[in-house]
């Protein structure tokens, strides 16, 4: 058994904890008034860095105050500098794992987002019942901090080639 929480404001947040509840798995809303004692698995969905610095070290303090936490899933788009620089800021014991969404929001309510992830390949291998409830598709990156690497990357060849489209629109125009 995954003894799990979640934890963020992310938009995804709320759909998750419904998801794994619906699929009858065990998840403590951590959110809400469940307690975080004996949590295993952590699954962190902060909307900025902000968010992520008050929950890991901060007022909520996740990172040092779980001596049961195992794993520590990222998932949410943040800076893939700040996302790197974790792994020297975490306790050792507790492996990471940066799972990034692709997707809009309705993809994400519907199940169809895929998760980019990072981290090792046999940790990854033991949440595959957690991610497969979550996401159709999953997309293996590399070590922690690639899957957050990537998806800055996708996110900046969106916006330019949305971009590169209006251009082309206000050029055809007179055309």
Same mark, same amino acid.
């Given at each position: 058994?995954?003894?799990?929480?979640?934890?963020?404001?992310?938009?995804?947040?709320?759909?998750?904890?419904?998801?794994?509840?619906?699929?009858?798995?065990?998840?403590?809303?951590l959110?809400?008034?469940?307690?975080?004692?004996?949590?295993?698995? =952590? !699954?962190?969905?902060?909307? $900025? /860095?902000?968010? %992520?610095?008050?929950?890991? +070290?901060?007022?909520?303090?996740?990172?040092?105050?779980?001596?049961?936490?195992?794993?520590?899933?990222?998932?949410?788009?943040?800076?893939?500098?700040?996302?790197?620089?974790?792994?020297?800021?975490?306790?050792?014991?507790?492996?990471?794992?940066?799972?990034?969404?692709?997707?809009?929001?309705?993809?994400?309510?519907?199940?169809?987002?895929?998760? =980019? !992830?990072?981290?090792?390949? $046999? /940790?990854?291998? %033991?949440?595959?019942?957690l +991610?497969?409830i979550?996401?159709?598709?999953?997309?293996?990156?590399?070590?922690?901090?690639?899957?957050?690497?990537?998806?800055?990357?996708?996110?900046?060849?969106?916006?330019?080639?949305?971009?590169?489209?209006?251009?082309?629109?206000?050029?055809?125009?007179?055309?």
């Amino acid at each position: 058994m995954i003894y799990l929480g979640i934890s963020g404001t992310h938009i995804s947040a709320q759909t998750f904890l419904a998801a794994l509840r619906a699929n009858e798995m065990s998840v403590r809303d951590l959110n809400g008034p469940d307690d975080a004692a004996g949590i295993e698995t =952590l !699954l962190l969905t902060p909307r $900025d /860095v902000m968010e %992520s610095e008050r929950l890991l +070290f901060e007022d909520e303090a996740y990172a040092r105050r779980l001596p049961s936490l195992k794993v520590l899933i990222l998932s949410g788009t943040l800076s893939p500098r700040y996302v790197r620089a974790l792994r020297d800021r975490v306790p050792a014991r507790i492996e990471m794992i940066d799972a990034p969404l692709v997707g809009a929001p309705r993809a994400v309510a519907s199940g169809q987002a895929t998760f =980019l !992830l990072g981290g090792r390949p $046999d /940790v990854i291998d %033991s949440l595959q019942p957690l +991610f497969s409830i979550l996401s159709r598709n999953q997309t293996r990156m590399g070590e922690f901090g690639t899957a957050m690497a990537a998806k800055a990357l996708q996110d900046c060849i969106t916006a330019a080639s949305s971009a590169m489209a209006r251009s082309a629109l206000d050029w055809a125009e007179p055309q």
